[in-house]
Structure formats: structure tokens, C-alpha cells
């Protein structure tokens, strides 16, 4: 499904287009699309702070814990927004837990929540290496259980700072990055 934007004052935000959702949905595939059609800085918010650390997400959890990798995460976030304001960004899928992280994407402009079933999901997470080599489990339930859990908690944060959600499947990331490009000079 696709939903309209919300109606938010463009002077109320920034002039960057951020993508939100859970790992697996397209932010960064489809974040490279938008910068390079509107010739804007992407930014891959889980990249940088794999270079920052010197380590990986997954190495981050195991040996620091979730704290210490959302610790990461804001910085690495408010850093971005605020030295890249005018750019495309791929958040990580947790990033909206934290409510300033939350407060961050909004200001930073046009938010746009990229969504899949956890079906969907499953499969493209299997079928990306990093998965196992560089993600960590986020629950103890199997795959798609987790998925479900973790987006059912998530749901309404992503939809909090979204100014649109895009349904992923059956749209190749060209189709989705049009739409979003569509609907952000609305």
C-alpha cells in the first residue's frame, strides 16, 4: 500500500529525503537511485557507523550490546543530519526507537517509510550475505517470527515521522524511487 503524504508545512522541515524501515526493505538500494537522480549526497547511516567503529553492527551488539550500538547510532545520525542537511538518507531500521532520533528525521526533512511483509522480508534477508556475516538477530524467535515482532513494535514509530509509506513488493527499486520522487515535489 501507498499513502498519501501527510500534510506537513515543507518550511517545517529540512531539504534532505530520508528512507526509514525495517532492514531488507530498499533504503540504501533505493536511497542510491534518489541521490544520484536528484545529484545529492547519499548517506547510509549503518555504513557509517560501521566505518566509525572500525567494526561491524554485529560485532558492535556482541561484544557492547544493543545500548552501546544505539549509542552509535544517534551520533552517527545527528552528525550526519547536521553536516548533510541537503542529502539522501538511508537510516538504520532501528533508528526510530530513540525519540530524538525520531526528532532528527523529521526536522531533516521528507521522510519516506519503505514497507514489506515479513514473508518478503525473510527472503530478501536470506538471499543478502551480510545477514548473517554483518546483522544481528534482534528476538529469539525464528526469522519471519522475528520480523513480524520487531515491525509490529516498530510500526508505529516509523509511521510517526513518515510523511509516506511505500509498499516495496512488486516494485523494482527504479518504480519505487520514481514514486517517492513523485510524491516529494507534490
Request: net charge negative.
Amino acid at each position: 500500500m501507498t499513502l498519501d503524504p501527510k500534510p506537513r508545512d515543507r518550511d517545517s522541515r529540512g531539504p534532505g529525503l530520508a528512507l526509514v524501515g525495517y532492514r531488507g526493505t530498499g533504503k540504501t538500494t533505493v536511497g542510491k537511485i534518489l541521490a544520484d537522480r536528484l545529484d545529492l549526497r547519499f548517506l547510509d547511516a549503518d555504513l557509517e557507523i560501521e566505518a566509525r567503529a572500525g567494526r561491524s553492527i554485529l560485532s558492535i551488539f556482541a561484544d557492547s550490546g544493543e545500548p552501546v550500538f544505539r549509542d552509535w547510532e544517534e551520533h552517527t545520525l545527528r552528525d550526519l543530519v547536521e553536516h548533510h542537511p541537503e542529502a539522501v538518507l538511508a537510516s538504520g531500521g532501528g533508528a526510530v526507537l530513540r525519540s530524538s532520533n525520531r526528532r532528527l528525521l523529521l526536522d531533516f526533512g521528507f521522510v519516506v517509510w519503505l514497507q514489506a511483509e515479513p514473508v518478503e522480508l525473510a527472503q530478501r534477508l536470506v538471499a543478502d550475505l551480510r545477514t548473517g556475516t554483518e546483522r544481528p538477530a534482534l528476538t529469539s524467535a525464528g526469522t519471519i517470527a522475528e520480523i513480524a515482532q520487531v515491525l509490529s513494535a516498530r510500526a508505529p514509530l516509523y509511521q510517526e515521522v513518515a510523511d509516506v509509506a511505500i509498499e516495496t513488493l512488486d516494485r523494482t527499486p527504479d518504480e519505487i524511487a520514481a514514486l517517492i520522487l513523485d510524491l516529494w515535489r507534490r
